[in-house]
Structure formats: C-alpha cells, structure tokens
C-alpha cells in the first residue's frame, strides 16, 4: 500500500576501526541488528535493502557488502532492493528506500555503507587495491597527472574559492577543529580521534595537496552504519520517535570532477527547498559531508545558510558551528573527526539528534536537521524533522 | 626519477586526444555541424546531437583556472611538490583540462597564468603537460 511519508526510524553504527579483523559482513550485522533494534522490529519486519553504492568487486576495501549479501546473510525477503553507485550521491541510498516505502513496494527497509578501506589495505590479498597504473572511464582525465585523490580535484575548487572570496586558512581550519572537538563526545570515534585539535597543530601539520593539510582530509576506516526507513503508515510497528524525511534533493548539473565550475552542492542544495515549508532558519543542526574540509563550506553555501563565497565568514572562530552555537555542524566529530564512513554517517547523526539519543552531545530542543553527502559532483541532501 | 604515470587505456573515441602529441597537436573534439567541442569525446555532440563529430587540433594555449600544490606522493618514488591544474583551454570554450603545470618552480604557478602545451611521450601516449609562456 503506497504512503504518503517516509521516516528514519532506527539508526545504528558497528564499532568504527582502523584495520579492523572483524569481517565486513559481521560488521554489516552488527549495524543492520542495532537499527533493527532501535526500531523495535524484528528482522522479519524489514522487506528491503538498499546500499551505495553495491559491492565493489574491483577494489573490494571501498564496498564489500552488497544489498544481496546482507539479503543472504540476514534471510530478508526483500519487496525491493537496490545497490548502485549512479545515484545522486551516497545518502541517495537512504532517497531511493524512502522512495521505495511510499510506493508500497516494502515497509521497513533497511539502508546500509559498509567501508573497509583500512583493512584492506593492510590485507592486500585478501582484498585486493585499487589498480591505478592502468586508467579508463573518468579517471583517466585526473590519474595520469598524479591527481589520483579527490582531495587534489576538491583542493582545487578550494584553492579558488580561496582566491576568488579570501577565505583564509584560518577559517577553513574551523571544519577540521569542530570535528575534533565533538568527535570527544561520541564513543564511536575513539578510534579515530584522540584529543581535540589545536590551531597550532593544524597551522604546522604537513600539506598533502593545497589548501588541504592531513587534517582536512578524512582517514580510512573500517566500519558499518545501517538506517531504517519505515513507511508512514507502518509507524504502528515501532517504538522510537520517528524522523520524517521532509525533503530530499540530488540534483547535478553535469557529472564531471573537472569540466564543472563548481561542486555539486550549489546545485542539489536550493533543490532542497522546492517542494517544502522549511527554510534554513528552521534548521537546529546540520551534518555536512567533510571528507574534505572544503565540502561543508559548499554546503553552506549551496544550501542557502550564507551567500556564495561567505561560508569561510560564516565559519570563522567557529563558535557559530560549535555545539552551542546557532547552527551545531557536524556535532558527531564528521568523517575528519570519527573516520570516513562515507556518507551514512552523517544522517545517522541527524537520526540520532532528532531523536534525543545522541549522549552526551545532545543539542538542545533538536526538531529540524539537514544530512548531506557528496563531493565533486556527487550530492544527495535529506531534510529532516521531528514533527 | 620519477615512475611511470597511469596509463589510459584507448579507445577509438579517446585516442586522438592521447596520442596527438606525436604530431605535436593537442585533439579535442568538434562538431561539424554546430561547432562546440565535446570534451571527454563521445561518439556525438553534447551540445546538438549531431554524430558530425571528430577531432580537432585546437592552438594549445590557455590559462590556469586553478590549481593546487601536491605534496604527498602517491606513487613510489614521485617527485614531489609538482602542480596539479585545471587549464581553460584558448577557443575551446567550455572544456578545461587537469593536467601539470611544468618547467618552473610550484611558487611561480599562478591564476590566469598563461600556458602552453608541451607534450610528455610514455609509450604510445603523448601526455598534454602545460607550461607558462614567458
């Protein structure tokens, strides 16, 4: 039976590690059974799986569990599934389930990223590398002049931005900052971050590729985060608050790492806003994508919470994205700050503090939030409230 | 000495582009019919449709749109800092390439700096590396 809304229901992480042994199936399970949990389903409640973006048999490290493992592994008899990585961005995952529960297609489908990066680059044999001396597709417009990370694509439109609007250094290092300082609250990012950061540390740390310093980029990690989404006419079954997914977007205006002038956050983010009463004045608490610390400045921007070019302003000293500040950013420690879980991590934070379960860095009063994830031209952008 | 850089591996429709250079030309894709290059090729044009498309060798010229300063190795032995950039390419309106800024020091790379293609010849690839004009 098709519905008119869909919600996040219940949200959960596995252990976040660096070259964990635990397999990435077992880690998948750990995350799908504390979601499930958290709903309070049962495993025989969830009919659909969706992922990003499937398994990744060439370099298996960045996507080892597809939809179909978990399906197997779990004895799920899915309605729908779906993995795939053409989709707007990561948490567009999250947009084709929510999608899925309002055509009636299933009730409680579970979405989940499993990354294993970490691990399996201590484990070459078993999960073999990224081949990188042979090119083809997109990557052979960036690879064969040593642009092989995205931190050298994004560092680019960063650099501009930079020059063209004067963010400084100073500003920027605001993203990396805010993530380690939260990232102290969240029990889930022990791993990855140990101490808050200092300016001075970040000022002295070395350049991997302009402006971005070791501390702008994100850190491979080895972890599970599973999301349920729950069919607004099957919120009878659950027992925890419920998190209406008020509005999505994934726009893009071309999908190239290059040929663009600008990421795809200043398209996806006014979409955002077309078909919903929220504003950004409505917004208590924003999870942006940071796997490079210039991404939350383009979402800013894009977003509408400043004007373009205003988002290293907005930014600077940092108490406006501090977690008692007027718009708590990242309030989960973000991927710098509780590793790279590529994109889930980020909705399952604003899960959380929807719900009033986010410990001891509960925002106050949390009704509205925004999720996002993407680089480049990657970007998926879920509203959230608790209304 | 630095390693050997990523191979492409070629196709009909990219091979113009990755081996121009031994007849030292630098091939973008231009439609016959509404004159706007496609850039990567296709096997049509993105502005208009039209299947009248081929290779075009365009003056190799331009100017850094942006840039940045690379200073982790990312293969064994890569000689670091070196200029990764994003060139907009002079009467190619629309069409930037990433690429690498060479034969002058990583401060002495600007924005809007003028460049020109010199070409770095790996085997069969001919490899569109981009220098200032003085």
């Known amino acids: 039976m098709a519905s008119k809304e869909a919600y996040i229901t219940g949200v959960g992480q596995s252990e976040v590690g660096v070259r964990l042994e635990r397999h990435p199936l077992l880690l998948t399970m750990d995350a799908a059974n504390q979601a499930i949990e958290a709903a309070g389903l049962t495993k025989d409640q969830i009919d659909g799986v969706f992922t990003y973006p499937g398994k990744s048999a060439g370099y298996l490290g960045f996507s080892p569990v597809g939809s179909e493992d978990l399906m197997e592994a779990m004895g799920i008899r899915a309605g729908w599934y779906a993995g795939s990585g053409e989709i707007p961005a990561q948490l567009a995952a999250i947009g084709a389930a929510a999608m899925a529960v309002k055509q009636g297609l299933c009730r409680h489908a579970i979405c989940f990223r499993t990354v294993y990066e970490a691990a399996a680059m201590a484990r070459p044999e078993e999960y073999a590398p990224l081949r990188r001396d042979k090119v083809e597709g997109w990557s052979q417009w960036t690879n064969p002049f040593w642009a092989f990370s995205a931190g050298c694509w994004i560092g680019q439109y960063a650099n501009r931005h930079m020059h063209q609007y004067g963010m400084t250094r100073e500003q920027l290092a605001q993203v990396a900052l805010n993530a380690h300082r939260n990232a102290q609250l969240n029990p889930n990012a022990r791993a990855i971050s140990k101490k808050e950061l200092t300016m001075d540390e970040y000022m002295e740390s070395r350049m991997i590729t302009t402006p971005f310093c070791l501390w702008d980029c994100d850190r491979y990690s080895d972890c599970s985060t599973a999301i349920i989404v729950s069919a607004g006419d099957a919120l009878d079954e659950v027992s925890c608050p419920p998190v209406r997914i008020a509005a999505m977007s994934g726009s893009v205006e071309r999908w190239s790492w290059d040929q663009v002038d600008w990421v795809a956050a200043y398209d996806a983010g006014p979409d955002l806003w077309k078909d919903t009463d929220y504003t950004v004045k409505d917004v208590d608490t924003v999870q942006f994508y940071d796997g490079f610390a210039f991404l939350p400045i383009t979402w800013l921007e894009g977003l509408g919470f400043c004007g373009k070019g205003e988002g290293g302003q907005f930014i600077e000293g940092g108490t406006r994205i501090g977690l008692n500040g007027d718009l708590p950013m990242n309030t989960f420690g973000g991927q710098l700050g509780a590793g790279r879980l590529h994109g889930f991590g980020f909705a399952h934070e604003a899960a959380l503090q929807l719900q009033g379960r986010a410990g001891e860095r509960q925002i106050n009063d949390a009704k509205v939030a925004v999720a996002t994830s993407g680089g480049g031209p990657l970007a998926a952008a879920l509203l959230l409230a608790q209304d | 000495m630095?390693?050997?850089?990523?191979?492409?591996?070629?196709?009909?429709?990219?091979?113009?582009?990755?081996?121009?250079?031994?007849?030292?030309?630098?091939?973008?894709?231009?439609?016959?019919?509404?004159?706007?290059?496609?850039?990567?090729?296709?096997?049509?044009?993105?502005?208009?449709?039209?299947?009248?498309?081929?290779?075009?060798?365009?003056?190799?010229?331009?100017?850094?749109?942006?840039?940045?300063?690379?200073?982790?190795?990312?293969?064994?032995?890569?000689?670091?800092?070196?200029?990764?950039?994003?060139?907009?390419?002079?009467?190619?309106?629309?069409?930037?390439?990433?690429?690498?800024i060479v034969n002058c020091a990583v401060e002495d790379v600007h924005f809007d700096d003028k460049v020109r293609v010199t070409f770095e010849e790996q085997g069969e690839i001919y490899y569109p590396l981009f220098e200032k004009v003085n």
Do not use: M
Request: contains cysteine.
């Open chain 2, 2 to 100: 630095n390693p050997p850089r990523p191979i492409p591996k070629l196709d009909t429709l990219n091979r113009p582009f990755w081996t121009g250079g031994a007849q030292g030309k630098l091939n973008i894709t231009l439609c016959g019919d509404c004159g706007e290059y496609t850039h990567p090729p296709l096997p049509l044009c993105r502005h208009c449709q039209s299947e009248n498309v081929a290779p075009h060798a365009v003056p190799g010229t331009g100017e850094v749109d942006t840039f940045t300063i690379n200073y982790q190795p990312w293969a064994k032995g890569l000689e670091v800092p070196l200029v990764i950039a994003r060139v907009r390419l002079d009467d190619v309106p629309g069409v930037y390439l990433t690429t690498n």
